[in-house]
């Protein structure tokens, strides 16, 4: 079982940074890669980043690829997603989630989900 909250939304002019992090609950936090999603309002949920619990391998939407930056520390068990150069088309909340597999996590099949945090990037 793994719990996820999120924290660190907010309002950012465009061409600010902000970083979220997630604190996860739960023993087995090491052994589940982690990622972020986001949905904007009137859109799907899509994904944004994440990062493998083994190789620490990292994977990015290629709409953030070179702004965002995933990253995990175990022994806090916390996953961050640090933003920048943020963009109004960024605005969505985000969402944390937790997956033991891969794919299933990149496609958003997750076992777990944080409850959310809002990111408004204004122009």
């Known amino acids: 079982q793994v719990q996820l909250v999120e924290s660190g939304g907010g309002l950012v002019q465009a061409g600010g940074s902000l970083r979220l992090s997630c604190a996860a609950s739960g023993r087995t936090f090491s052994s589940y890669n982690m990622g972020w999603f986001r949905q904007a309002p009137g859109k799907e949920r899509e994904f944004v980043a994440l990062?493998?619990?083994?190789?620490?391998?990292?994977y990015y939407a290629d709409s953030v690829k070179g702004r965002f930056t995933i990253s995990r520390d175990n022994t806090k068990k916390t996953v961050s997603l640090q933003m920048n150069s943020l963009k109004p088309e960024d605005t969505a909340v985000y969402y944390c989630a937790a997956h033991p597999n891969v794919p299933d996590l990149r496609r958003g099949n997750c076992d777990y989900w944080g409850q959310g945090t809002q990111v408004t990037v204004s122009s």
């Open positions: 990062i493998s619990w083994s190789t620490l391998s990292t």
